[in-house]
């Protein structure tokens, strides 16, 4: 405290900035040490994940294709059900 009571004051007048900047600087460092700490726990994260998400992807697809080959046989079956029942005179009789 000494040394900055007996300093000009030019010099008084330049630490204020100078120590704000230092103040900035070490803000700066904290932030980015920070956000690269996040962004490698994230990194992490989804690569943890992205295998499953894949599984649960190729699943979710295999299971849309055998419901769309279901529901085709579906029709098909009942086209072909309703057409031979006529064929053969099987139709349902009708109430009166």
Not at 40 to 50: F, Y
Not at 60 to 85: A, C, F, M
Request: net charge positive.
């Amino acid at each position: 405290m000494k040394l900055l009571r007996n300093a000009s004051i030019g010099t008084k007048v330049a630490v204020a900035p100078v120590f704000a900047i230092l103040c900035l600087v070490v803000v700066a460092g904290v932030s980015l040490w920070g956000s690269l700490s996040g962004t490698r726990a994230l990194v992490e994260i989804n690569q943890a994940r992205i295998p499953g998400l894949a599984l649960a992807a190729d699943l979710e697809r295999r299971i849309s294709e055998l419901n769309n080959k279901l529901n085709q046989s579906l029709v098909w079956g009942r086209s072909s059900t309703s057409s031979s029942r006529t064929r053969f005179g099987l139709r349902k009789t009708e109430k009166h």
